[in-house]
């Protein structure tokens, strides 16, 4: 199946600072990609959906100008954590779908953000 | 508005034994719905998919779910369970076909010997 890669998959920073998060669909074109946060023992809450070329769609409550979603590629997803906080620290995963639409999700592995 | 519900935190099996993972969901139509399953510190990979049709789903690794449209449900079995199925499961559900998908809040699955 298709494989999405997330990058880095742990990553832990200071209070104040900005963090990167890469998502990549490695053998598809993704027009449309998903950014969850998952908290721990809880659900997958999507955060934002990014369209290729266009500005991400954000859910109710999530900050657009804390996290920064850029999809400049068919390939490639990118999600910052700007100024991130301790109340940041999460577990984040992306989602892609390709075109053609099989009503198919594929998930990156995850990335683990820590904010000290 | 669309929801899902995992009634089920927790659940411990013993190896062999069969399973079932319960699902409801809150739609006004027959949504698209799926069984995805997490590893401790990983991403999620789709077990099943029901998007219409025979209304019992077969999936990989073993598993099968049940569309129940008079139950508004989507349980999850697998009739022997092995060591290396515990993880955690989550059911979702895409009402409008967009693959925005609404997840439940998981169920923990945990095998004994």
């Known amino acids: 199946g298709a494989v999405v890669s997330q990058h880095p998959s742990r990553v832990i920073c200071k209070s104040g600072t900005s963090v990167k998060i890469e998502c990549r669909s490695l053998d598809f074109q993704a027009t449309t990609m998903f950014w969850y946060r998952q908290f721990p023992k809880k659900s997958l809450m999507l955060m934002a959906t990014?369209?290729?070329?266009?500005?991400?769609?954000?859910e109710q409550g999530v900050e657009k100008d804390k996290f920064l979603i850029n999809h400049a590629s068919l390939t490639l997803s990118t999600l910052t954590v700007t100024s991130a906080h301790p109340e940041d620290s999460s577990f984040y995963i992306c989602?892609?779908?390709?075109?053609?639409?099989?009503?198919?999700?594929?998930f990156g592995e995850g990335s683990r953000l820590t904010v000290l | 508005a669309q929801s899902v519900t995992q009634p089920d935190i927790h659940i411990t099996v013993s190896e062999g034994a069969s399973l079932e993972l319960r699902c409801n969901y809150s739609?006004?139509?027959?949504?698209?719905l799926f069984w995805y399953v997490q590893s401790p510190g990983q991403g999620l990979q789709l077990l099943l998919k029901y998007f219409s049709g025979d209304t019992l789903v077969q999936g990989i690794k073993g598993f099968e779910a049940e569309f129940k449209r008079s139950q508004s449900s989507f349980n999850l079995r697998k009739p022997s369970v092995h060591w290396s199925d515990a993880a955690e499961y989550f059911c979702a559900v895409d009402g409008g076909a967009t693959n925005k998908l609404i997840f439940g809040t998981g169920t923990l699955l945990a095998v004994q010997p």
């Open positions: 990014s369209n290729e070329g266009s500005k991400a769609t954000y």
């Open positions: 989602s892609a779908s390709g075109r053609g639409g099989t009503g198919e999700l594929f």
């Open positions: 739609y006004g139509a027959t949504p698209y």
